[in-house]
């Protein structure tokens, strides 16, 4: 499309006195807006001295001591206006003007240069208050251009920043804040301003800056867009607030706060240990009580029974009666020596005084020589032993003592469970998990089983569903540590009526090759 030419109208002013001069100082002579073009061309005054006259000469523009010389048309003169008030010459310039020319009397002329003198003085002191507002704000205030071009700034900054006008003015803003030679997007971090333009909406971020005295201070930086109607941005406002003091502040907080956690963690360590010493002495307090008193029964026993053999070997009567009390006695005496030594053992264990020497274990040995130790309480209560070890079962490392005391703990229960009954089967199943490479143990019971309600609590310290006098509730407790202490892991499976399985189950390890023999 063709470009539209602006309409031109030339003009001239009649009266070269201050008011003329005050024109020309104001306008430089030339009035253009879209669509418009009025440039000044000449003045005419009779005084050649005339202050407007001599402006006029500066400005290269033309100059006549008689006002009908404008009516020349080698000038083009459109408008003529009236710069003085002696009405004699306005009615002479109206009366002898040639047509072509219009004429703007220096009533009405006054009467708009003073409405414009009003709304420029009002813009002046808006744009003095404004700029008194932006210099007492202590924030950073620059206004942008979309070429990142620094176009205004505010007092505080250049003085913070020890900076003239003329060190920001005109200049990238790059080159200010980061002293570089191209925008700051280098990839380390993106430029805000492009972010801006990206999101279409104000951004908020926290960065830091090196002060002209070399410290390093945070900064809350928003920029906001201003946009043109047909949705491009004008320009950007980019507003920073100094936050050091509150970023160190809220790091003081967030010490203190530590600090608190730290201390009260320390606190609650410490009450923890002096509870769990609490804890301790209330056990073996408890501890003592019941291992008093189950050891003191088998003991008094074993006394009464010593003491009735002593009495029959007194007598001297015996005879094949008093032969078959005596194998009784001391069959007797056998089953409450084992069920002491078992509950020395367990304390022995629960206090962990026994420490644990890896060595080459075969689990199939250690169980048939556990059931030969029971054997003869396997007998008595009439249990019968069902084997199903795998002959290939691999060795392991282990403790072969620490084994053997679980392994004499599940059959002894197992045995005492299924006593009630007159007897039952006893069936110990191993194999080997190739899948999870490990050894899995079962100990299977006919007993009458355990209740659900106490299944979770079968391996806590002293607890027991066995009658008062049968044990102090740390057989499965000791088994439950040991088996934990080889890496592996103990579960128990019970329905009522239907009898109880222990399953028991250890990783391999390693065997050192010295061990191989």
Same mark, same amino acid.
């Given at each position: 499309?063709?470009?539209?030419q602006?309409?031109i109208?030339?003009?001239?002013?009649?009266?070269g006195?201050?008011f003329?001069k005050?024109?020309?100082e104001?306008?430089?002579?030339?009035?253009?807006?879209?669509?418009v073009?009025?440039?000044?061309?000449?003045v005419?005054?009779?005084?050649?001295?005339?202050?407007?006259?001599?402006l006029?000469?500066?400005?290269g523009?033309?100059?006549f001591?008689?006002?009908?010389?404008?009516?020349?048309?080698?000038?083009s003169?459109h408008?003529?206006?009236m710069?003085?008030?002696k009405q004699e010459i306005?009615e002479d310039v109206?009366?002898?003007?040639p047509?072509?020319?219009?004429l703007?009397s220096?009533n009405?002329?006054k009467?708009f240069?003073?409405?414009i003198?009003?709304?420029?003085?009002?813009?002046r002191?808006?744009?003095e208050?404004m700029e008194?507002?932006l210099?007492?704000?202590?924030d950073?205030?620059?206004?942008i251009?979309?070429?990142?071009?620094i176009i205004e700034c505010?007092e505080?900054?250049?003085?913070?920043?020890r900076?003239t006008?003329?060190d920001?003015i005109?200049?990238?803003?790059?080159?200010?804040?980061?002293?570089?030679?191209?925008p700051?997007d280098?990839g380390?971090?993106?430029c805000p301003?492009?972010e801006?333009?990206?999101n279409k909406?104000?951004?908020r971020?926290?960065?830091?800056?090196l002060m002209?005295d070399g410290?390093?201070?945070?900064?809350?930086?928003?920029?906001y867009?201003?946009?043109?109607?047909?949705g491009?941005?004008?320009?950007?406002i980019?507003?920073?607030r100094?936050i050091?003091?509150h970023k160190k502040?809220?790091?003081?907080i967030?010490?203190?706060l530590?600090?608190?956690?730290e201390d009260?963690t320390r606190?609650?360590?410490?009450?923890?240990?002096?509870?769990l010493?609490?804890?301790?002495?209330s056990?073996?307090?408890?501890l003592?009580a019941?291992?008093?008193?189950?050891?003191?029964?088998?003991i008094?026993g074993?006394?009464n029974?010593?003491?009735?053999?002593?009495?029959?070997?007194e007598?001297?009567?015996l005879?094949h009666n008093?032969?078959?009390q005596?194998?009784?006695?001391?069959g007797?005496?056998?089953t409450?020596?084992r069920?002491?030594?078992r509950?020395?053992?367990n304390?022995?264990?629960f206090?962990?005084?026994s420490k644990?020497?890896p060595?080459?274990?075969?689990?199939?040995?250690l169980?048939?020589?556990t059931?030969?130790?029971?054997s003869?309480l396997l007998?008595?209560?009439g249990v019968?032993?069902?084997n199903?070890?795998?002959?290939?079962l691999p060795d392991? !490392?282990? #403790? &072969? +003592?620490q $084994? /053997?005391?679980?392994f004499?703990?599940?059959?002894s229960?197992?045995? *005492?469970?299924?006593?009630s009954?007159g007897?039952?089967?006893?069936?110990?199943?191993s194999?080997? !998990?190739l #899948? &999870? +490479?490990? $050894? /899995?143990?079962?100990?299977?019971?006919t007993?009458?089983?355990?209740? *659900?309600?106490?299944?979770?609590?079968?391996?806590e310290?002293?607890f027991?569903?066995k009658k008062?006098g049968?044990?102090?509730?740390l057989?499965l407790?000791?088994?439950?540590g040991?088996?934990?202490?080889?890496?592996?892991?103990i579960?128990?499976k019970?329905?009522?009526?239907?009898?109880?399985?222990?399953?028991v189950k250890l990783p391999?390890?390693?065997?050192?090759?010295?061990?191989?023999?």
């Amino acid at each position: 499309m063709p470009v539209k030419q602006p309409s031109i109208t030339n003009i001239a002013l009649v009266g070269g006195g201050e008011f003329c001069k005050e024109i020309l100082e104001k306008t430089t002579s030339v009035y253009e807006q879209e669509g418009v073009y009025a440039p000044i061309l000449a003045v005419a005054d009779p005084d050649s001295e005339s202050p407007g006259i001599k402006l006029a000469d500066e400005l290269g523009l033309l100059t006549f001591n008689d006002c009908r010389q404008l009516y020349d048309r080698r000038y083009s003169i459109h408008l003529i206006i009236m710069l003085t008030p002696k009405q004699e010459i306005f009615e002479d310039v109206l009366r002898t003007r040639p047509p072509r020319i219009r004429l703007l009397s220096y009533n009405v002329f006054k009467i708009f240069w003073n409405a414009i003198g009003r709304e420029e003085r009002k813009l002046r002191e808006r744009t003095e208050e404004m700029e008194t507002i932006l210099n007492g704000i202590q924030d950073f205030i620059l206004v942008i251009t979309p070429e990142m071009e620094i176009i205004e700034c505010n007092e505080s900054f250049l003085t913070k920043m020890r900076y003239t006008r003329e060190d920001v003015i005109g200049k990238k803003c790059f080159q200010v804040y980061h002293k570089i030679d191209h925008p700051c997007d280098s990839g380390l971090s993106d430029c805000p301003l492009k972010e801006v333009v990206r999101n279409k909406r104000q951004i908020r971020k926290i960065q830091t800056r090196l002060m002209p005295d070399g410290e390093k201070r945070y900064y809350e930086v928003n920029i906001y867009p201003i946009w043109e109607k047909d949705g491009k941005i004008q320009k950007f406002i980019h507003i920073s607030r100094d936050i050091t003091q509150h970023k160190k502040e809220e790091e003081e907080i967030t010490h203190r706060l530590e600090q608190m956690v730290e201390d009260r963690t320390r606190q609650v360590k410490e009450t923890h240990e002096k509870l769990l010493h609490q804890d301790k002495m209330s056990s073996l307090g408890k501890l003592s009580a019941s291992v008093v008193h189950e050891i003191n029964n088998p003991i008094a026993g074993i006394l009464n029974l010593i003491m009735l053999m002593q009495r029959i070997m007194e007598e001297d009567t015996l005879g094949h009666n008093e032969l078959d009390q005596f194998k009784q006695y001391l069959g007797l005496m056998e089953t409450e020596t084992r069920r002491t030594s078992r509950i020395v053992s367990n304390l022995l264990a629960f206090a962990r005084q026994s420490k644990m020497e890896p060595k080459r274990v075969s689990l199939n040995r250690l169980i048939e020589q556990t059931l030969f130790l029971n054997s003869n309480l396997l007998k008595i209560d009439g249990v019968k032993v069902e084997n199903k070890l795998d002959p290939d079962l691999p060795d392991l !490392l282990g #403790s &072969e +003592d620490q $084994l /053997q005391q679980v392994f004499m703990n599940l059959v002894s229960n197992a045995t *005492e469970a299924m006593e009630s009954a007159g007897g039952g089967v006893l069936t110990i199943e191993s194999r080997h !998990l190739l #899948s &999870e +490479d490990s $050894l /899995q143990i079962n100990f299977r019971d006919t007993g009458p089983g355990i209740p *659900e309600e106490d299944i979770s609590k079968l391996f806590e310290p002293f607890f027991t569903t066995k009658k008062k006098g049968k044990g102090v509730g740390l057989g499965l407790s000791v088994a439950y540590g040991i088996i934990q202490e080889h890496g592996g892991s103990i579960y128990v499976k019970s329905n009522a009526g239907q009898g109880t399985t222990f399953q028991v189950k250890l990783p391999l390890k390693s065997i050192p090759a010295q061990n191989n023999t």
